[in-house]
């Protein structure tokens, strides 16, 4: 199964579709501004420093990391001992070798292991992009509708006539 953004906007747009051109693009702008409005509103309601997702995700990790054992190696290298996947970690470079932290731009286990043992906070391992000040950021453009004394003023000059075309054979779908 396959969802992509095409046939989520095909589903929500398919009462508009028989509208003309300028309804069916004032249909979608609408749409977009009520979510970009239910995100903004969202984001701002968020008090932690990631976003509800991905604080989610850490947490859990973080408590599976609770029980795996940390061996120093450098200032900023470690090797946790895991049950089942034992793990390298570099925090300078934010590199584990289980690849969960290169992959996912988030501390895996081993990697919040190594920094509940340093205690460094592990926020700071953490992509930017996951933060809710970025989310905050995505969705602070407004989306203004086009007023009457916003569009285009065609003056009798330039009569645009529709297209020369022929009719087909047969019932036609509407």
Not at 34 to 57: G, I, M, P, Q
Not at 68 to 86: A, C, M, T, W
Not at 146 to 154: C, G, M, R
Request: charged content about 25%.
């Amino acid at each position: 199964m396959t969802t992509n953004i095409a046939e989520c906007l095909n589903a929500i747009l398919r009462d508009a579709r028989s509208l003309p051109i300028t309804m069916l693009v004032e249909q979608l702008r609408a749409k977009l501004q009520e979510w970009f409005s239910d995100r903004r509103n969202n984001a701002a309601s968020v008090t932690s420093y990631l976003c509800c997702e991905c604080d989610k995700e850490v947490r859990k990790r973080s408590n599976r990391s609770q029980r795996l054992n940390v061996q120093p190696i450098s200032h900023s290298e470690d090797y946790v001992r895991d049950g089942d996947q034992d793990g390298h970690v570099d925090l300078q470079n934010k590199t584990c070798s289980c690849r969960v932290f290169d992959l996912d731009q988030l501390p895996c286990v081993h990697a919040l292991a190594a920094c509940r043992v340093r205690n460094i906070s592990f926020y700071f391992m953490c992509s930017p992009y996951y933060t809710n000040e970025a989310l905050m950021l995505a969705y602070a453009e407004p989306i203004y509708p086009v007023t009457i004394e916003d569009q285009h003023k065609v003056s009798e000059d330039n009569v645009l006539l529709p297209p020369a075309t022929r009719r087909q054979g047969g019932r036609p779908r509407q």
